[in-house]
């Protein structure tokens, strides 16, 4: 059972308000000063913590005299618990995740409309705003950056094998097999915490059945039980044997680690995790290419690229007092802004900022070409359990790709379940 099952099955079990009682917000309240501004944080790993902190006290340095009270949980622990915490006593601002994972909540109500500042941001796209904006058309998030996911790897390892970049799926199993021979584990491989390999599928399904296909599936209009999908968990079958064995036992740390220590080859991650885990004067051999083509007709033209960015709770108490509100919206200005994105990459290189009026000449070589990647996609998704609902991807698809990972012969079985669950959720609305 995975850490995130557990913590899942504690806070149901208990009747439990898990995140609330450690992210209880605290802010000055409706009789406050309306100067301390809360804001639950899901960067609790060392690096994105650390440069939060710095751009947060950029941020209050050049205010008139506001104060965040960061209140950081771990990553998992807030995905987890987040609609328990925003139902109960959440923090001003708290950072989350554009698309789907953000609409959910902005039609359940939970969310402050921020429309009025998106009238006043500069430097975003029309695509981000799109992926801003709830189905009633208002915006809610603003988005602070981005990180694209690709097959990762280090430059000197393949110059030192004389490895060569694989184009296709079968040039992709090459390479894997040649690793073994090699005494590597050819593919770094993890899903502990139960997100991680859902990358791995989204690629899969998009290179094997294109990106409409994908979003459809995404979106509960395509059965599970469809030739398509079936396929696609084929082609995963396919490669399992060239992953690291354990990947239900393995948090994307260790796997990361395992590139970094050269005990792996290659693996599926998104940008911030090789980096994360590569000491300082090591990143510079951090290198990736695009999850190869599996079918010509979509070649590589979909890139898996999440936004993360922060968010008015709707149901913060403090926010009712009018000053804390403006704080707070004072607060999503400056981060809206290049500056603020710029302070905040200063401290961790491994993501890329979204509004063009950032600084990126100080950007490193994969950060460039990340850009480019992105860039050059004909189609960005957001990562399964951002583009689907939050309650599909967390009671459904987490332990159905586990069950996958651990016992990958009884495909039929697989969708047939998923199928059946899907059709229970998407029906209660």
């Given at each position: 059972?995975?850490?995130?099952?557990?913590?899942?099955?504690?806070?149901?079990?208990?009747?439990?308000?898990?995140?609330?009682?450690?992210?209880?917000?605290c802010g000055?309240?409706p009789?406050?000063?309306?100067?301390?501004i809360?804001?639950?944080?899901?960067?609790?790993?060392?690096v994105?913590?650390?440069?939060?902190?710095?751009?947060?006290?950029?941020?209050?340095?050049?205010?008139d005299?506001?104060?965040?009270?960061?209140?950081t949980?771990?990553?998992?622990?807030f995905?987890e618990?987040?609609?328990?915490?925003?139902?109960?006593?959440?923090?001003?601002?708290?950072m989350?995740?554009?698309?789907?994972?953000m609409?959910?909540?902005?039609?359940?109500?939970?969310?402050?409309?921020?429309?009025d500042?998106?009238?006043?941001?500069?430097?975003?796209?029309?695509?981000?705003?799109?992926?801003s904006t709830?189905?009633?058309?208002?915006?809610?998030?603003?988005?602070?950056?981005?990180?694209?996911?690709?097959?990762?790897?280090?430059?000197?390892?393949?110059?030192?094998?004389?490895?060569?970049?694989?184009?296709?799926?079968?040039?992709?199993?090459?390479?894997?097999?040649?690793?073994?021979?090699?005494?590597?584990?050819?593919?770094?491989?993890?899903?502990?915490?139960?997100?991680p390999?859902?990358?791995?599928?989204?690629?899969?399904?998009?290179?094997?059945?294109?990106?409409?296909?994908?979003?459809?599936?995404?979106?509960?209009?395509?059965?599970?039980?469809d030739?398509?999908?079936?396929?696609?968990?084929?082609t995963?079958?396919?490669?399992?044997?060239?992953?690291q064995?354990?990947?239900?036992?393995?948090?994307?740390q260790?796997?990361?680690t395992?590139?970094?220590?050269?005990?792996?080859?290659?693996?599926?991650?998104?940008?911030?995790?090789?980096?994360?885990?590569?000491p300082?004067?090591e990143?510079?051999?951090?290198?990736?290419?695009?999850?190869?083509?599996?079918?010509?007709?979509?070649?590589?033209?979909?890139?898996?690229?999440?936004?993360?960015?922060?968010?008015?709770?709707?149901?913060?108490?403090?926010?009712?007092?009018?000053?804390?509100?403006?704080?707070?919206?004072?607060?999503?200005?400056?981060l809206?802004?290049?500056?603020?994105e710029?302070?905040?990459?200063?401290?961790?290189?491994?993501?890329?900022?979204?509004?063009?009026?950032?600084?990126?000449?100080?950007?490193?070589?994969?950060?460039?070409?990340?850009v480019?990647l992105?860039?050059?996609?004909?189609?960005?998704?957001?990562?399964?359990?951002?583009?689907?609902?939050?309650?599909?991807?967390?009671?459904?698809?987490?332990?159905?790709i586990?069950?996958?990972?651990?016992?990958?012969?009884?495909?039929?079985?697989l969708?047939?379940?998923?199928?059946?669950?899907?059709?229970?959720?998407?029906?209660?609305?």
């Open positions: 059972m995975s850490r995130r099952s557990l913590l899942r099955g504690a806070a149901v079990g208990a009747g439990a308000v898990a995140l609330p009682a450690l992210l209880a917000a000055s309240g009789g406050g000063d309306g100067k301390t809360t804001l639950g944080s899901n960067s609790s790993d060392p994105p913590k650390k440069a939060f902190a710095g751009a947060f006290a950029a941020y209050e340095a050049q205010s005299g506001r104060k965040i009270k960061v209140n949980v771990d990553h998992n622990t995905q618990n987040i609609s328990r915490y925003l139902q109960g006593r959440p923090d001003d601002v708290f989350w995740f554009a698309g789907n994972r609409q959910f909540f902005a039609e359940k109500g939970l969310l402050h409309d921020i429309s500042l998106w009238q006043e941001y500069k430097g975003f796209s029309d695509a981000l705003k799109d992926q709830g189905a009633d058309g208002k915006q809610y998030l603003t988005p602070y950056y981005y990180y694209p996911w690709a097959v990762f790897h280090r430059k000197s390892l393949f110059a030192d094998r004389g490895y060569q970049v694989p184009k296709t799926l079968d040039a992709y199993v090459a390479l894997a097999r040649q690793m073994r021979k090699d005494k590597l584990d050819p593919i770094a491989f993890c899903d502990k915490d139960g997100w390999a859902m990358g791995t599928f989204d690629y899969i399904d998009m290179r094997t059945n294109g990106y409409a296909f994908h979003k459809s599936l995404m979106a509960g209009e395509v059965a599970w039980t030739r398509r999908v079936r396929e696609v968990f084929d995963w079958r396919r490669l399992l044997p060239y992953c064995p354990g990947a239900n036992g393995r948090t994307w260790e796997a990361a395992g590139l970094q220590k050269r005990k792996a080859g290659m693996g599926v991650f998104g940008l911030p995790h090789p980096g994360a885990q590569f300082e004067g990143r510079d051999d951090i290198d990736f290419f695009p999850f190869p083509v599996i079918d010509p007709e979509h070649g590589q033209d979909a890139v898996e690229a999440p936004i993360d960015g922060f968010l008015l709770a709707g149901k913060s108490k403090s926010l009712k007092n009018g000053k804390t509100l403006e704080s707070a919206k004072d607060l999503l200005r400056w809206a802004t290049g500056k603020a710029d302070a905040y990459l200063k401290g961790d290189p491994n993501n890329i900022a979204v509004n063009d009026r950032a600084d990126i000449s100080a950007y490193s070589p994969i950060q460039k070409k990340a480019e992105v860039s050059g996609a004909k189609q960005i998704s957001q990562f399964l359990d951002r583009d689907t609902r939050p309650d599909f991807a967390s009671t459904v698809m987490i332990p159905a586990q069950q996958f990972i651990g016992d990958p012969n009884d495909v039929d079985g969708v047939n379940s998923i199928e059946r669950q899907k059709k229970s959720i998407f029906a209660a609305g």
